[in-house]
């Protein structure tokens, strides 16, 4: 009895130490340093991203700009898949390699019309991860945000959930998920300028949780 005692001690000691090791391993990984002021951040999206549903400077990114002093490019595009932003992607990579308009943070939101349009989901999967490949590949850093899964009984009654796809690919791909993001917002009728847009509100709801989001992952410098 008293040798399992003293197994069940040594036990319980190798695995909080796994427990300390594998905590330090995460915070390394998703831990980042702030961005300064006036660094370039590229939102790569489709309408979410544009801010259909608000006014100009109620999108979500514009209000991410006057909230951190980043200079954030709006690089959203209504009714753009994955594979749409995969091709712009070029452009903005050849901008970044030629010193034109450097990229310190690369936030991907694309998705979303891939689902309305019952794009194929292994080809969804394979241009979201190209683009975060290629950035990568150009050590500029990358976050990608969850897209609800498309449910028009979900929306109706309030209970709207990221994609799985979204959290396979950030682990895959060793990238920041920044989940619930418009999952939370989409799913309250006093938030949506129609069934898939948030209205003004909804975009100040996001901009804001985007923000703590990033503060979490240390991105944005904590007050």
Request: contains cysteine; hydrophobic residues 45%.
């Amino acid at each position: 009895m008293k040798c399992e005692s003293m197994m069940f001690v040594v036990f319980k000691r190798l695995l909080l130490v796994c427990l300390l090791v594998c905590a330090a391993a995460c915070d390394r990984d998703y831990q980042h340093a702030p961005l300064p002021a006036a660094s370039n951040v590229v939102i790569l999206g489709d309408s979410l991203t544009y801010g259909t549903g608000a006014g100009n400077g109620e999108d979500y990114a514009s209000l991410l700009a006057g909230n951190t002093g980043w200079n954030v490019i709006n690089a959203g595009v209504p009714g753009n898949t994955s594979a749409d932003g995969l091709a712009r992607l070029s452009s903005l990579l050849e901008a970044h390699e030629a010193g034109e308009q450097k990229i310190d943070l690369l936030i991907v939101e694309l998705g979303g019309n891939d689902f309305l349009k019952h794009v194929p989901e292994p080809e969804t999967v394979g241009n979201l991860k190209s683009i975060l490949n290629q950035a990568k590949a150009r050590s500029i850093q990358t976050a990608l945000i969850a897209i609800p899964k498309f449910s028009s009984v979900g929306a109706a009654f309030g209970n709207l959930s990221d994609h799985p796809l979204y959290g396979k690919l950030a682990e895959e791909t060793g990238t920041p998920l920044i989940e619930d993001l418009f999952s939370d917002v989409l799913a309250k009728n006093s938030l949506k300028a129609d069934p898939i847009h948030p209205n003004a509100a909804g975009y100040r709801l996001v901009a804001s949780q985007l923000q703590r989001a990033l503060m979490d992952l240390g991105f944005v410098k904590k007050n």
